[in-house]
């Protein structure tokens, strides 16, 4: 039988799979012992310190696609013809790439953090 911390973690990945990436990198700060506990969970940090940044970027990206009909595609160059097709990647999975944050490993941290409160509580 999985322990406590491996359910939630699993869980926590299972919920942000069903998510598919939120619009925006989520709002830490409101929660000041999660600021306080931020230097042990190294993905929390970057994403606090990235976020502002993150948040001007998707909201052009989103406006591009929105207001302008701007998709994003990809080269294919295949031998009978060269092609472009439609990639449907979520914005917010290549903020994470491009500020060098892991996903799933932030996503852990997160079901950390909010195991460490819940124990800090009883």
């Known amino acids: 039988m999985k322990?406590?911390?491996?359910e939630l973690v699993n869980e926590g990945l299972r919920q942000a799979k069903e998510r598919?990436?939120?619009n925006s990198p989520p709002?830490?700060?409101?929660?000041?012992?999660?600021?306080?506990?931020?230097?042990?969970?190294?993905?929390?940090?970057?994403?606090?310190?990235?976020k502002d940044k993150a948040q001007v970027c998707g909201e052009f990206l989103d406006w591009l696609k929105g207001q302008k009909g701007i998709i994003f595609c990809k080269y294919n160059n295949c031998v009978e013809r060269e092609e472009f097709y439609r990639v449907d990647i979520p914005v917010?999975?290549?903020?994470?790439?491009?500020?060098?944050?892991d996903f799933n490993k932030y996503e852990e941290e997160k079901v950390q953090m909010l195991e460490e409160l819940r124990n800090e509580e009883t």
């Open 92 to 101: 917010l999975e290549y903020l994470y790439e491009f500020f060098e944050i």
């Open 3 to 6: 322990n406590k911390k491996e």
């Open 27 to 50: 709002d830490l700060e409101s929660d000041q012992k999660l600021v306080d506990q931020i230097n042990n969970y190294p993905e929390s940090e970057k994403v606090l310190k990235i």
């Open 20 to 22: 598919k990436f939120s």
